[in-house]
């Protein structure tokens, strides 16, 4: 089983940009491929981007491409999210999320982090 635990997340201008980490330990975590999720409160969680366990896979939601990239460090257990020329509809909290193959659905998901707050102000 493996824990994930997200950092990266602030209070930014708009058009600026913010890198996520999130951290994996407890497995191994070059056998799962990795997504990041975005949620605002009283709606479901909505994909961002995934990448397959070994990097040479990525999917993006629509809104996020030219704008995010996800990215891995297998040897550092660490998987990225840099996200550039936000917008104020890009406000939620992010998660990352392990899997057994590159998806876009959160049921698709077996292991989740915590979260981390993203603020974009206008």
């Known amino acids: 089983q493996v824990q994930l635990v997200e950092s990266g997340g602030g209070l930014v201008q708009a058009g600026g940009s913010l890198r996520l980490s999130c951290a994996a330990s407890g497995g191994t975590f070059s056998n799962y491929a990795m997504g990041w999720f975005r949620q605002v409160p009283g709606e479901e969680r909505e994909f961002r981007a995934a990448?397959?366990?070994?990097?040479?896979?990525?999917y993006y939601a629509d809104s996020v491409k030219g704008r995010f990239t996800i990215s891995r460090a297998n040897a550092k257990n660490t998987l990225y999210l840099q996200m550039n020329n936000l917008k104020p509809e890009d406000t939620a909290v992010y998660y990352c999320a392990a899997g057994s193959h590159l998806a876009t659905m959160a049921f698709q998901y077996n292991y989740w982090g915590q979260g981390t707050q993203v603020i974009v102000s206008s």
């Open positions: 990448i397959s366990w070994s990097g040479s896979g990525t």
